[in-house]
């Protein structure tokens, strides 16, 4: 499985000091019980790194993913954003109350309205925008930074908080006249020290503009890195890369989330594109469960990717777990070693993977009947045409034809199995379940760019198929949403 997904294994994190839990005054059993919870919860987790006063004390990759396995951050690119920002500000090549418009001369209209004229480069850290929504969404085939521009706003600008997205991209737009650079790339020159991983990178809309708002693809460990950044206000090994005044600002709470706030945890307040959280904490946060999370109380930095899309509540109950199992019980001092269950902990976490669904058990009758059946669907607005379904003893695979372009997904049984998904070439791992005797369920998660997943319920008829498709994926697979009825029509 991860020689498909992986790149050669190396030791990304040897920058950083590695001790048990309880060299850093944590119980291992503690991580052990945090783990298990979030496995009983079923939560789609994809990496976990923890980290108490510059220790690095535990981390896992859930299979097929590895320490090496890019991963898109999706808003967690917003305080990369940010800091490109703070770093502009430092030499000297942007104020933050300068308004936003006098850098996009040729992106403004004639009659600009004026609360767009007012906004400031503050504003839109802070995100009271005089937008209420992503204005690169009205229309995605046209301009995106400017349709920020160009989009009627809503009220004025510094009054509310609501999430735009837009606001992100249109600074790293900003970022890149002013560097001369893609953002990601000034980034990395700025902060060379860090080492962020070379092959990570920003996605770019369809002008070139990389996606500071949604768009960076990296590892988790590079996520350490910035955290370990923001936690050290800027200063690494007496250096001062990025302003410690910038930072802490970045990371307190200046606009007010509570009305607009999907989750209790995204309810304590927001800075410069980061959050607040919890329990005096900050968080850069990315839809689906990325995570960047310091809580200075206790110096405790914590990582995690993941793919919460579709799960209700999914990322409160990650920050539930952190909160119950591992921050009551974490102490001032060092605690005595516990071998055994630090040796416990190291062998959950070497071997954890994405869970399969259901078990390996199959309903044989059902699959010897229906396996080879070619059937032919009704005329429908996504341009899927014949179906077959084929099985062995713990796979199976789905053939079909779609734009008139033939296509399989393959998929196991008690197992995952990966492959690169049809029409949009995304790397999948899918696994299968019969839920009744005619009705199988399977899901692929998308393992690459545009994590998420691609769901498919099929129940069998006598002589037909009906399949229902969800996507659960922010941009692509627009196609595999809706239902399909195909009739029987010769057996391969």
């Not at 104020?95 to 418009?101: A, F, G, K, Y």
Request: glycine share 8%.
């Amino acid at each position: 499985v991860g020689s498909e997904m992986c790149i050669r294994d190396r030791d990304i994190t040897m920058n950083f000091k590695k001790g048990s839990p309880e060299s850093a005054g944590i119980p291992s059993g503690c991580l052990l019980h945090f783990l298990d919870r979030l496995q009983k919860k079923q939560v789609p987790m994809h990496s976990f790194l923890l980290m108490r006063h510059d220790t690095l004390i535990a981390e896992g990759y859930y299979a097929p993913y590895q320490k090496d396995t890019l991963h898109r951050m999706f808003s967690i690119s917003k305080s990369f954003t940010s800091i490109a920002i703070g770093l502009l500000e430092a030499e000297g090549k942007l104020s933050l109350d300068d308004p936003i418009v006098s850098y996009f001369p040729d992106k403004i209209p004639a009659n600009v309205h004026p609360w767009i004229a007012a906004m400031t480069i503050r504003d839109m850290l802070m995100m009271p925008t005089c937008h209420a929504a992503t204005t690169y969404k009205v229309d995605m085939k046209s301009d995106w930074v400017e349709s920020f521009f160009t989009v009627p706003p809503t009220h004025p600008a510094g009054k509310l908080f609501h999430y735009d997205t837009s606001s992100a991209h249109t600074l790293s737009a900003l970022v890149e006249r002013l560097s001369g650079m893609p953002m990601l790339d000034y980034l990395k020159e700025k902060l060379s020290v860090l080492e962020f991983s070379d092959e990570s990178y920003m996605l770019t809309d369809p002008f070139g503009v990389s996606m500071g708002g949604s768009g960076l693809v990296a590892l988790p460990s590079d996520l350490l890195k910035f955290g370990y950044l923001l936690s050290h206000d800027g200063n690494i090994d007496g250096t001062q890369l990025v302003s410690a005044s910038y930072i802490k600002t970045a990371t307190s709470h200046l606009s007010d989330t509570r009305i607009t706030a999907p989750l209790p945890s995204e309810a304590c307040g927001y800075g410069y594109q980061i959050w607040r959280s919890e329990k005096n904490g900050f968080v850069c946060y990315g839809m689906g469960g990325q995570f960047i999370h310091y809580l200075p109380d206790y110096d405790l930095l914590f990582v995690t990717t993941a793919d919460t899309q579709g799960l209700a509540g999914g990322n409160q109950l990650i920050y539930d777990a952190l909160y119950d199992e591992i921050l009551p019980f974490i102490q001032a001092d060092p605690l005595p070693e516990d071998q055994k269950t630090h040796t416990e902990l190291l062998s959950v976490l070497s071997s954890l993977a994405i869970a399969p669904l259901g078990d390996s058990a199959m309903t044989a009758a059902v699959t010897s009947q229906v396996s080879g059946k070619r059937y032919m669907f009704k005329p429908n607005s996504s341009e899927f045409t014949n179906f077959t379904a084929d099985f062995t003893n713990d796979e199976g695979c789905f053939t079909f034809t779609l734009h008139g372009r033939p296509c399989s997904i393959h998929f196991g049984f008690g197992k995952l199995v990966c492959g690169q998904f049809p029409v949009y070439d995304q790397r999948y791992a899918a696994s299968g379940v019969w839920v009744s005797e005619n009705t199988l369920y399977v899901r692929a998660h998308v393992i690459d760019a545009f994590v998420g997943s691609v769901h498919f319920e099929v129940v069998f008829g006598d002589a037909d198929v009906t399949v229902f498709m969800r996507k659960q994926e922010e941009s692509l697979f627009g196609e595999f949403q809706g239902h399909l009825v195909g009739m029987v029509c010769g057996c391969l």
